[in-house]
């Protein structure tokens, strides 16, 4: 039986939903032990979210110096910690970080790594991981050969998440990792300015393209997100374009997502950016040209002018939604 190690990502102090996806995913798979893991300042208060969502046992750093990330110091922790913790499966979100460190883990650990997982199976020690291939257009099933180490790296919003059970509780243990001689310095973190969730977090997505005719026309969308709950996104087109910010743009360039709704407004569905969105569950289209490649990805379709359908949307999913 593997002992299933989770590395844990929060966001404003909330366990983010890829890592609850994580641990409640290892809590099923028959696990001898589910450890969650996790580095910084407020790992110790954080510690009790891991257990809520299956952790067995919690292994942390409570060390100010991880609250800002540094691959040499994070991916030596993370390597004692799988040593030390004798975990065999290591799961971690296909996120800028978790891309950023794990491969650097698996060198130390000389072991196999996985990354951009939509599907995983654990039976036992054996691990297999569906992963898309040539930005989505075919997919691979990847498993390990002589990786005493197996870890996954699983894109987020692939696997379900129920409520947290908040009766759970795990052991903690706190450890004090060695630090190498590091050779880079993280001076400062500039956080962007949204407060909304992140786009590969976002269980809703609204994203604009060209079709919105200039930046000001986002705010449609925007008043939409906000009687919805979901976030914006951008075809890369309306980025280059200046109209939003590079952290809003989805696709082969920008960032991969899977909500549950991906909302497609006057975007055409170039293939660079159905490579970023494809595995969104229920994908809508809104768009002028009843032509428009994106109708082909989508499960349901509007033919017609965005600025006529996106003010009434906002209007009935306010009287259906808020009264
Ligand atoms: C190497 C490379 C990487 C790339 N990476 C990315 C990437 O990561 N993400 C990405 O998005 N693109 C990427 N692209 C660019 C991509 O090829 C397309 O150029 C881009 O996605 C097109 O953006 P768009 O759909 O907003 O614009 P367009 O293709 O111009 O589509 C605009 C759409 O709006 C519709 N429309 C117009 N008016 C209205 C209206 N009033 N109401 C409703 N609909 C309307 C039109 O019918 C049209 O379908 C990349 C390209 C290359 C070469």
Redesign the pocket.
Known sequence: MSKILVFSEFQNNNLKRSSQELLQFAAKSGAESVIGFSLGSQAGANAAQMAHHGATEIHLSKDAGFDAYNPELFSAAAAEAIQKTGATIILASASALGKDLFPRVAAKLSCGVVSDGVEITIVGDDVKVKKPLYSGKCFATAAFENSSVKIVLMRANQLPVVAADTTKTANITEHNFAKPNLKTLIKEIVKGTSEKLDLTEANIIISG???LKEAGNFKMLNDLADVLGATVGA????VDAGWVGHSM??????KTVAPSLYIA??????I??LA?MSGSKVIVA????AN?PIFQKATYGIVG???EIIPKLTEEFKKALHG
Do not use: E
């Not at 809104?286 to 040209?289: A, E, L, W």
């Open positions: 393209g060209r079709g075809t890369r087109a309306v743009q989805v696709g082969q360039t920008g407004v006057g975007l055409s569905g170039a660079q950016h970023g809104i768009n002028s040209d428009a002018d965005a600025f």
